[in-house]
């Protein structure tokens, strides 16, 4: 890599690495803030289901935006976003307002939903026979985060005493304003802009979705990330109702973390290897091993190696797809179709939130299981009967 190339993957790197410490933090605080603020405990998660929202909402419109200013100029409004949602949310726990708080969580995932595209900016930061790499490099900033974003919010949460929490906000807002700087050194060329009329680009990402590589990157990174929140948000209730305790389900939940970000170091390889859509298949198929442990008991070993498993296979599945899908776009429809493709993972992301806590709730934490392997089969079955043109394999 030339000396430009290796400045501005660096400094996406370490972009990525601060402000991706924003979201762990916020996976422990949109619950526990929602509850202390809310009308009624049924209203308690209403502020993370508006950060996921506003993440689904702005998925496209930072691709685009990307797609004609740049990717620097994407990831500073974005981080700007999300500080202006951290301020609202450290003045809603002052003034004890449940509305400014979702209203705050709305700014906070939409800025968020900007920093999904830093794996893609690493692939065009690097020759073509090292995106593999410098994707799955760029996806071990979030084992770094996992370790420091908890520490972080220890540290800060009591800033502001006595109003609780409130501390962890600010230190949110003071993050997102660091992680800007890095972002001087990147130097990625201008967009290529689409010389077809208006009109006929509207639905170009649309179009993409008819060819065969697409598609299957597509679906690939979509049904791990779905799968994965499905199986993963529930675990804490499953466990506590078997008896287990909230630091037990914690430390489970952090193992799944670090298995999601640790095989980062290698997976690059791998797929310079054996091909990116190879590696993602044997994601999927460590998926269904992880629905299998999880389904066959509900002792703490179950727990840890279903949810370690679950890590492991998102990770080779996300990655892979994230790979299949850079190779794939030609550089005039990465802004239209990479945001069809983080809004569809969004959609789907949601959709498995919402139906993971009933299906929880009514039928049973192995009957949940049972169901997340058979959306992975699906997936399995349907990319085999699929009989258009064949996806790369190799890079």
């Known amino acids: 890599m030339s000396t430009l190339m290796n400045r501005t993957f660096l400094g996406l790197l370490l972009a990525n690495t601060i402000l991706g410490a924003a979201m762990p933090m916020l996976l422990i605080l949109g619950g526990v803030t929602g509850l202390m603020l809310a009308p009624t405990p049924a209203l308690a998660t209403l502020p993370a289901s508006v ?14 935006l990307m797609g004609r200013m740049g990717r620097r100029v994407g990831f500073a409004v974005g981080s700007l976003v999300a500080l202006a949602g951290a301020l609202v949310a450290t003045h809603a726990l002052v003034s004890q307002d449940f509305i400014l708080l979702c209203l705050g969580h709305f700014g906070l995932g939409a800025g968020l939903a900007s920093f999904q595209y830093f794996r893609f900016a690493a692939g065009e930061a690097v020759n073509a026979e090292w995106q593999p790499v410098a994707i799955s490099l760029m996806m071990t900033s979030g084992l770094i985060a996992a370790v420091g974003g908890p520490q972080l919010f220890i540290m800060a949460k009591d800033m502001l005493a006595p109003v609780p929490l409130a501390g962890a906000y600010a230190a949110l807002a003071v993050i997102l304003l660091v992680g800007i700087a890095p972002l001087a050194a990147v130097r990625l060329p201008r967009p290529e802009r689409a010389t077809t009329e208006t009109p006929k680009r509207r639905f170009a990402a649309f179009a993409a979705l008819r060819r065969g590589p697409i598609r299957r990157a597509v679906g690939i990174a979509a049904v791990s990330q779905g799968v994965m929140i499905f199986l993963m948000i529930p675990t804490p209730l499953a466990m506590i109702g078997c008896g287990f305790s909230e630091d037990t389900a914690g430390d489970v939940i952090r193992w799944h973390i670090v298995a999601m970000f640790a095989p980062s170091f290698f997976t690059g390889f791998l797929i310079r290897r054996f ?55 030609a550089p005039s429809e990465r802004a239209a179709v990479q945001g069809l493709n983080d809004t569809l993972i969004a959609l789907v992301s949601t959709l498995c939130a919402f139906a993971a806590g009933m299906v929880i709730s009514g039928l049973g934490w192995a009957v949940l299981a049972l169901i997340g392997i058979a959306i992975v089969l699906v997936a399995l079955a349907t990319m085999a009967l699929d009989k258009t043109e064949p996806a790369l394999t190799h890079i």
């Open 51 to 64: 950060q996921a929202l506003a993440s689904l909402v702005a998925a496209a419109p930072f691709s685009l």
């Open 275 to 329: 091909g990116a859509q190879h590696i993602a298949i044997i994601g999927l198929i460590l998926m269904i091993a992880a629905g299998l442990a999880a389904a066959a008991g509900l002792s703490a070993i179950h727990f840890y190696g279903s949810l370690t498993i679950l890590g492991m296979g998102w990770n080779l599945g996300f990655i892979g797809a994230t790979t299949m899908l850079a190779v794939a776009v």
